[in-house]
T-cell receptor, first 111, second 116 residues
């Protein structure tokens, strides 16, 4: 089966950059997603990257994909207090039409 | 607002109760999902419905019973639950075969379930 790992916690100062990491074992995923979950809310899709891309930038968000190392990261520039949330990476495989989620990284932004 | 609504938002029930969770999507999607989110565990996919047919049942105990009467509505019927079933239950929907973003799933806010 698939294994998707994330570190549990990240603390960052307001204005600094945050980097959230995700490693996985199955390289056959076609799309890789980052979701954000604020307290008491469901998951909100932040961004995604196709498996044939190395990098994608979307305003303050930069996604890096290292297929050789099976490593996905999300960089948030100029982190704000509103960025405090749990961030999930998720991998999609067309076979089975299934998303596999990591355990989530709780990001705390300190003023 | 993601276009996916869930009711109730909070539910407390005893182990002998019967209750139902409701999910409605206003996005015209053709697939719907139930996930369970427990503390300190990854999101667990419970059920998948595609075109109103169940296509996935991840070894979920029979005390959870899904129902998908049409492509916009999804229910999760609960009976004789256990305290360890207390969790956040999330509903999601997607458009299968959309091509561009694969299985981009839109999530509802969840129902926080507490089983006493």
């Amino acid at each position: 089966g698939e294994d998707v790992e994330q570190s549990l916690f990240l603390s960052v100062r307001e204005g600094d950059s945050s980097v959230i990491n995700c490693t996985y074992t199955d390289s056959s995923s076609t799309y890789l997603y980052w979701y954000k979950q604020e307290p008491g809310a469901g998951l909100q899709l932040l961004t995604y990257i196709f498996s044939n891309m190395d990098m994608k930038q979307d305003q303050r968000l930069t996604v890096l994909l290292n297929k050789k190392d099976k490593h996905l990261s999300l960089r948030i520039a100029d982190t704000q207090t509103g960025d405090s949330a749990i961030y999930f990476c998720a991998l999609y495989k067309a076979a089975g039409n299934k998303l596999t989620f990591g355990g989530g990284t709780r990001v705390l932004v300190k003023p | 607002e993601t276009g996916v609504t869930q009711t109730p938002r909070h539910l407390v029930m005893g182990m002998t109760n019967k209750k139902s969770l409701k999910c409605e999507q206003h996005l015209g999607h053709n697939a719907m999902y139930w996930y369970k989110q427990s503390a300190k565990k990854p999101l667990e996919l419970m059920f998948v419905y595609s075109l109103e047919e169940r296509v996935e049942n991840n070894s979920v105990p029979s005390r959870f019973s899904p129902e998908c009467p049409n492509s916009s509505h999804l229910f999760l019927h609960l009976h004789t639950l256990q305290p360890e079933d207390s969790a956040l239950y999330l509903c999601a929907s997607s458009q299968e075969g959309s091509g561009i973003t694969g299985n981009e799933q839109f999530f509802g806010p969840g129902t926080r379930l507490t089983v006493l």
